[in-house]
């Protein structure tokens, strides 16, 4: 692990936020923030402040990607707003924002965050450069390789008409998003789904050329604008695909964002979960998770010991992680199982997963990053086996209902087990690439995780 001053004081752990124990920028009460690094470990300050807070529930949210932790702090003030008009008279609340270090280019709208600050961050002509905040974000994402990051920076706005070039650009993101990494002991890669073959993803192991194209068409379908040369005909020049070179970048970042968040959750929020239910037996834990960071509270359930009874509910967000996760048998390898298989009998109530078709990041982008070496089909073949939960809910489970938002709201959700609940009637607004990935803000989720926890009036 190597030292950073960036985050926790002198001599902290590369890939850390800093810490804030406070309730700076958010509105509800007995709100803390529980910090983590890249590598899963805790700040021991922000873990002793949770366990202080003094309720009946604790609501514990983890963020999925975000440029900073202003943005994530944003964004747990906005989604626990509506709780505490929500819960019976005999619930207590405490707020739990769970952060970590991820990454979001300015590029992609957060609805009701002021759409227009993006397009003021930009300091380029094109689409295909990198603004002033996502470079900024980039450098604390991946600290120490600002070299490299300023060679990839210059090469997307100089949109060279070189093989030379573009073939050095796959090599640096390959190199920045270490692909060939070797875990290390006791911190397993939590990078590939359960959907496929271990390996390096095919996006970084084909032909730069062939994948940059695939990109851009594919930012092309999502209405995003590619570069020079929209719709990107067969004899289109190089310099027509550096829009998809950069959606490679960002690619990369969602790759190594897959693999941090799985380790934050089994060895970081998961042991601190399991020393919380010891230290306060009798709290109730409420998980939520957006994204990324639905992975993050979902891979934590490896973590707590069979037969716990503090986890009440678990809600999943737009989750970034597969379709399959929590599955006995893969339908295209009945002898394998999920990533969580059965892990859902830890929490004890119920898993829900809400999904919208909206959400473009999941429904086009997501199985681009997650298809593995030794898929024969192009890029953009989609390919069941590397789908989202946040785009279709939980797949392949027996007894897992399927529910319209409207019909959970009305009638209320199974008291255990996985549950996927259809939200795109309010997850629906957001530009492109994402699509409606971060549209989560609204009071119908809110209920959803009251009824999820029992905790209504």
């Not at 905040?133 to 060279?160: H, I, K, N, Q």
């Not at 006791?186 to 390096?200: E, I, L, M, N, T």
């Not at 892990?343 to 829900?352: A, F, H, I, K, N």
């Amino acid at each position: 692990m190597t030292d950073s001053g960036a985050a926790f004081g002198t001599g902290a752990r590369a890939g850390a936020t800093t810490a804030n124990t406070t309730t700076t920028g958010v509105g509800v009460g007995h709100y803390r923030e529980l910090t983590f690094d890249a590598q899963g470990d805790v700040d021991p300050a922000t873990r002793a402040a949770v366990a202080r807070i003094e309720a009946t529930d604790l609501l514990v949210f983890a963020h999925g990607w975000n440029s900073d932790r202003t943005t994530a702090t944003r964004l747990f003030d906005r989604f626990f707003a509506p709780f505490p008009g929500l819960v019976g008279t005999g619930v207590r609340l405490g707020y739990v924002g769970v952060v970590w270090p991820s990454i979001r280019f300015s590029d992609e709208p957060i609805p009701d965050f002021d759409p227009r600050a993006a397009a003021a961050a930009t300091d380029t002509d094109t689409a295909t450069g990198l603004d002033v905040g996502t470079r900024r974000a980039l450098g604390v994402f991946w600290p120490g390789r600002e070299a490299e990051l300023d060679r990839v920076a210059e090469l997307l706005d100089a949109r060279p008409e070189s093989e030379a070039a573009l073939a050095e650009f796959g090599a640096l993101v390959r190199e920045l998003a270490n692909v060939d990494r070797v875990a290390p002991a006791g911190r397993p890669s939590a990078a590939a789904d359960p959907g496929g073959a271990r390996g390096v993803p095919a996006l970084f192991a084909r032909d730069v050329r062939e994948v940059c194209r695939e990109l851009a068409e594919a930012l092309a379908a999502s209405g995003a604008d590619a570069g020079d040369a929209p719709g990107l005909a067969p004899g289109d020049g190089l310099r027509a695909l550096w829009g998809g070179a950069k959606e490679l970048l960002r690619q990369a970042t969602y790759y190594e964002m897959k693999n941090r968040a799985g380790v934050v959750g089994e060895h970081g929020l998961g042991p601190v979960l399991a020393d919380l239910a010891g230290r306060r037996p009798a709290l109730r834990v409420h998980l939520i998770g957006h994204s990324f960071g639905a992975r993050v509270v979902s891979f934590s359930l490896r973590a707590v010991p069979d037969g716990a009874r503090q986890l009440k509910s678990l809600t999943l967000l737009q989750g970034a992680f597969s379709h399959y996760a929590f599955s006995d048998r893969l339908p295209h390898d009945p002898h394998r199982g999920g990533a969580l298989r059965g892990l859902q009998r830890r929490v004890d109530g119920p898993v829900v997963a809400c999904h919208s078709s909206h959400d473009s990041a999941l429904g086009l982008f997501y199985p681009l990053a997650s298809r593995m070496v030794g898929d024969s089909a192009g890029l953009l073949g989609f390919d069941e086996r590397w789908g989202a939960v946040g785009h279709d809910g939980v797949q392949a489970l027996p007894d897992a209902p399927r529910l319209t938002l409207e019909a959970a709201l009305r009638d209320g959700l199974p008291t255990a087990g996985c549950v996927s609940v259809d939200a795109g009637s309010v997850v629906r607004r957001g530009g492109p690439p994402s699509g409606a990935h971060s549209d989560i803000c609204h009071e119908e989720l809110a209920r959803i995780v009251v009824g999820a926890g029992r905790m209504g009036r």
